[in-house]
């Protein structure tokens, strides 16, 4: 079983909004310190949002105000809703999860903010 499968990513215009949803293992979910990370084209990946297991977020200063991660605890599933996309956003978003059972990653989803 692949622990962490994204969806959710596409094509969208400057301004729009996206939602990706991460699916994750229940054996990792209730354990684990969730994270959005993104890597552009060229550059390194970078933290975009995090979620510890009792809902504690951060931000980097860039999305604040503009994007919201979230945890279904019934779904096994997080979220990361992105509103006002600018084409600087765009990049491959990855979900992470940090716990004692390790470090894993989702395959990736492009995301892609243009006009």
């Known amino acids: 079983q692949v622990p962490l499968v994204e969806s959710g990513g596409g094509l969208v215009q400057p301004g729009g909004s996206l939602r990706l949803s991460c699916a994750v293992s229940?054996?990792?979910?209730?354990?684990?310190?969730m994270g959005w990370y993104r890597q552009a084209p060229g550059k390194e990946r970078e933290l975009v949002a995090g979620i510890t297991t009792i809902g504690h977020t951060n931000y980097r200063d860039s999305v604040k105000g503009r994007f919201t991660i979230s945890r279904d605890s019934a779904k096994n599933t997080v979220y990361l809703q992105m509103n006002s996309l600018k084409p600087e956003d765009t990049a491959v978003y990855y979900c992470?999860?940090?716990?004692?059972?390790?470090?894993?990653w989702g395959q990736g989803t492009q995301v892609t903010v243009s006009s």
């Open positions: 229940g054996s990792i979910f209730s354990i684990a310190t």
């Open positions: 992470n999860s940090a716990s004692r059972l390790g470090y894993y």
